[in-house]
């Protein structure tokens, strides 16, 4: 079962990310810096999905892949919280349009860009999608918290079932 489950959690992260690609080329929607953050951090998370189906490990191992899949989940919610809380701010308080992700990692070392981009900037704070009312980072935020509860589910607490079945006769 820890093996499905795993493989379900990588479905559920490709098509999120395939989601942010259709809404991106079709619907031409540019993401913001926080967008791409958050999009790292479900590819993170689909990673070791993958890692971990594929490796299938037994107890000690599967505890280690559940607690990476928890980490990246709550990494991943954190980044999609800060995004909410800026789009949330009134409009005086937002800060002004910064550079753009590309320009900051060639020019910045990588700590100072994500430091900027934790700090968000006007781009961040426009809502350009929602559904149901909740923006495109309030379901990141849902999503994430749902894979880092199904990788804790599936890794800490499913049973790894047998790799083959028992002889019919």
């Known amino acids: 079962m820890r093996r499905e489950l795993n493989f379900l959690g990588l479905a559920i992260c490709l098509g999120l990310l395939g989601y942010a690609w ?12 926080l967008c791409i953050f958050q999009r790292v951090g479900v590819a993170a998370v689909g990673v070791l999905f993958l890692l971990a189906a594929v490796h299938h490990p037994k107890r000690w191992g599967a505890r280690v892949y559940g607690v990476l899949l928890v980490l990246a989940a709550l990494a991943t919610m954190a980044v999609a919280a800060r995004h909410l809380w800026i789009q949330h701010l009134p409009e005086g308080a937002v800060p002004a349009c910064g550079a753009t992700l590309s320009y900051m990692l060639e020019v910045f070392p990588l700590a100072d860009v994500v430091r900027k981009v934790l700090t968000g900037s006007g781009e961040c704070a426009r809502i350009t999608w929602s559904m149901l009312g909740v923006s495109m980072p309030g379901w990141v935020l849902l999503a994430a918290a749902a894979l880092g509860a199904l990788g804790a589910y599936a890794n800490l607490f499913a049973r790894r079932t047998a790799a083959t079945l028992p002889d019919s006769g």
Request: proline share 17%; aromatic share 8%.
């Open 22 to 33: 259709y809404a991106q080329a079709v619907l031409h929607l540019e993401p913001c810096p």
